[in-house]
């Protein structure tokens, strides 16, 4: 599984493809992506290197953002804060699925084994949870 994070909207999302390849190419089986999130004192720091070393591109990439954060720089909402929400962030997330499938990255989750899990041994039981270091 690999994950590509974070997708900064007009700055680094073009490179998610390449990635995926790379990761396929390397062994992988699934990926997931995480939006740039800015919470807190995190957003100001952001646009701060933003606009030190993209000053050409700042503008348009915060913009971006608020496009896939409705108006704001972060949306804290469960199942938003990693994706965004409306139709750019939308478009991004239908685009991954393509290369996802295009690179075999479909796999959701490594199927599950119990085969090395072990049962706990009687003696250590009754010494509580000093018996897991004994």
């Known amino acids: 599984m690999v994950m590509v994070a974070p997708i900064i909207p007009g700055l680094n999302e073009s490179e998610a493809a390449e990635i995926m390849q790379a990761a396929s190419e390397a062994g992988a089986t699934g990926a997931g992506f995480v939006m740039l999130r800015l919470p807190h004192q995190i957003k100001d720091l952001f646009l701060d290197w933003l606009r ?14 608020r496009q896939m954060r409705g108006g704001e720089l972060y949306q804290g909402d469960f199942f938003v804060r990693q994706r965004g929400s409306g ?45 897991l270091f004994g």
Request: glycine share 6%; no cysteine; aromatic share 10%.
């Open 52 to 65: 030190r070393h993209y000053p050409d591109r700042a503008a348009k990439v915060e913009n971006l953002i």
């Open 87 to 131: 139709p750019r962030a939308e478009q991004f997330a239908q685009l991954f699925e393509v290369f996802k499938r295009r690179h075999g990255l479909a796999e959701r989750y490594s199927k599950l084994s119990s085969d090395e899990f072990q049962r706990r041994r009687k003696d250590r039981q009754s010494r509580g949870q000093l018996g």
